[in-house]
């Protein structure tokens, strides 16, 4: 049977003993260069090289380009050839072969013709009929009204050329989208590794406590009541772990949707990574300036350059829809020369201004309905867009400043959190010297360290919104932060 003495002396060693597992289990904290840490731009890395939705805004752009191509074949060369012949009783009623290149050019909307005819035979229309030779011809279709400064080619080509930057500014979008998505997941990982952690640190404390504490009982140096206390504690925290394995579980999975492979396979996040810490806010607050930020947005935010694009693309349309209020007047005009080829040209005799042929055509509808309609409906379109960008700017100003003073008031939460999680120490450590020398019980020991843990998975969960709402501040201002 040990003395009182002897029993107090125990109960103070194991007191220290507890303490000094309690302070260093708490302190410990994982450092960005140990095996296993899963680093943010690592998973910037992965998701921008290999996320099957990065990879789809990629070809944002590259669609946006095969139209400019597309709208570039109006103004390839085209060569049309025709024959047709009929013999009849010995009679050649006709012989006819018509060719033409038809190169388009830029400027004012003209054409280059080079042609050569050859139409002989017994019944064969005098107008068009040429010597067995045929007939060469070189000349242009100039639009003199309708067409001169824009037309229905140039129209398309300047507006594809602008949605290449729509398509960019899309492709821009969607990536922030994925990467805002990625960044909020991997911060809620973050947050549930180390809500486990801590929970399964007072799990062990709770544990070591109660055998420490059962066996005191038995040896008769402390009220079997402690023990069932110490019991309680320790089932309730095992709850509590259970409960926070559970969400880190589900945060993994939901981490491991935005890892892809270079093969385009869903990779899973390995079972020993742990998220990088992020305790320091101060600097990265003192980095970001609002005005800046707002400055930024206004100029380079994804959604203002899509509508700037549609701006564009209805001021070219809008010409276009002018141009159309012309009266259509081409003037047509070739010089003639009876050859089958345009080689030797300067020693050619044949083409001379005598030998030429020319034409007019002229069209104008008297009403001009369709025309006014089209151009009506452009510049309502016009007026859509412009309140449609203001209103956005505002929204996007708005957004920034909200997500700012957001990111501030979390700032000072977990300025203050860690102060108080300093003291609540503080207490844990005083009462821990108070039960050593008898002064205290263990249900105050166990009442401040669970609200001890309950304080560090808070400043946890803090750290992890603050993270958020960086990525959240830099999401609404249309950038991507970089590590």
């Keep these: 049977m040990l003395t009182n003495k002897g029993c107090s002396y125990q109960g103070l060693m194991l007191t220290i003993f507890f303490f000094g597992i309690f302070t260093s289990v708490l302190a410990q904290q994982p450092t960005a260069d140990r ?36 709208s570039l074949g109006k103004f390839d060369p085209a060569l049309m050839a025709s024959f047709g012949k009929k013999s009849f009783g010995g009679t050649d009623y006709y012989n006819h072969w018509d060719s033409e290149l038809k190169v388009p050019l830029w400027l004012g909307g003209a054409d280059l013709n080079l042609g050569y005819d050859r139409n002989v035979g017994v019944y064969n229309n005098p107008e068009t009929r040429t010597s067995s030779t045929g007939l060469s011809g070189v000349g242009l279709t100039i639009p003199l009204g309708q067409g001169l400064l824009i037309d229905a080619r140039r129209n398309t080509l300047r507006q594809a050329k602008i949605m290449v930057g729509y398509a960019d500014a899309e492709k821009v979008a969607q990536i922030n989208s994925v990467w805002y998505n990625a960044m909020k997941d991997y911060w809620s990982w973050y947050f549930a590794f180390e809500q486990r952690k801590f929970t399964k640190e007072g799990v062990e404390l ?5 055998r420490a504490i059962r066996e005191q009982v038995i040896l008769g140096d402390k009220p079997p009541i402690d023990s069932v206390e110490a019991a309680i504690v320790l089932q309730d925290r095992e709850i509590q772990l259970q409960e926070s394995s559970v969400q880190l579980t589900n945060s993994r999975l939901l981490l491991s949707n935005h890892l ?8 899973e996040l390995p079972a020993d990574a742990v998220p990088e810490e992020k305790l320091e806010t101060e600097t990265t607050v003192e980095k970001l300036r609002l005005d800046t930020l707002i400055l930024q947005a206004a100029d380079n935010h994804p959604e203002i350059l899509k509508i700037k694009s549609q701006s564009a693309k209805l001021e070219i349309e ?16 070739s010089f003639l020369a009876g050859r089958r080829d345009f ?17 007019i055509d002229f069209s104008f509808p008297l009403f001009l309905r369709e025309e006014r309609g089209k151009l009506r409906e452009v510049r309502i379109q016009q007026a ?5 960008l203001q209103q956005t700017t505002r929204e996007i100003q708005t957004d920034v400043m909200t997500a700012f003073t957001e990111m501030k008031a979390v700032q000072t939460q977990v300025t203050l959190l860690t102060k108080n ?22 249900f105050l020991i166990n009442t401040r360290e669970t609200k001890l843990m309950d304080m560090l998975v808070k400043r946890a969960k803090l750290i992890s919104n603050f993270q958020k709402t960086i990525a959240d501040l830099y999401y609404r201002a249309g950038k991507r932060r970089q590590y």
Excluded: C, T
């Excluded at 095996?35 to 998973?43: A, E, I, Q, S, T």
């Excluded at 829809?321 to 007047?329: D, G, I, T, V």
């Design 318 to 333: 809008q010409k276009y829809r002018l141009e159309m209020l012309k009266p259509k007047l081409n003037v047509k005009g």
């Design 421 to 442: 999680v300093e003291n609540q120490r503080a207490l844990v450590n005083g009462e821990l010297q108070k039960f050593a020398l008898g002064e205290s019980n263990l």
């Design 384 to 388: 859509e867009v412009a309140y449609g």
């Design 206 to 210: 709770a544990q070591k406590r109660f």
């Design 343 to 359: 080689s030797d040209i300067p020693n050619n005799y044949d083409f001379r201004l005598a030998n030429y042929k020319v034409g």
């Design 35 to 70: 095996n296993g840490v899963f680093l943010v731009k690592d998973l910037q890395e992965l998701v921008l090289l290999n996320h099957p939705i990065v990879k789809q805004a990629g070809l944002l752009s590259k669609e946006a380009q095969a139209r400019v191509l597309q």
């Design 260 to 267: 892809w492979s270079s093969a385009g396979k869903p990779q």
